[in-house]
């Protein structure tokens, strides 16, 4: 087969199974999925900081010996 005999099986393969959203949703849909991760990541900055004081209590054998 040849590229010239794909093209029209693409096509007429387009024409029977439309796309159930129009083109431009499907990078919104992307962009907005990566933006929610990249929050999420966000969200988790600097986690380990800020409970670092809490191993410095009296009685906790976890913490650094001094």
Do not use: C, Q
């Not at 999925?33 to 054998?61: E, I, Q």
Request: hydrophobic share 50%; aromatic share 10%.
């Amino acid at each position: 087969m040849t590229l010239s005999s794909l093209v029209p099986l693409v096509i007429a393969a387009e024409a029977a199974n439309p796309l159930p959203v129009p083109n431009f949703v499907f990078p919104l849909i992307a962009a907005s999925v990566f933006t929610l991760l990249g929050f999420v990541a966000w969200s988790y900055r600097d986690v380990a900081n800020r409970h670092a004081g809490k191993s410095m209590r009296g009685g906790d054998h976890h913490g650094p010996s001094v």
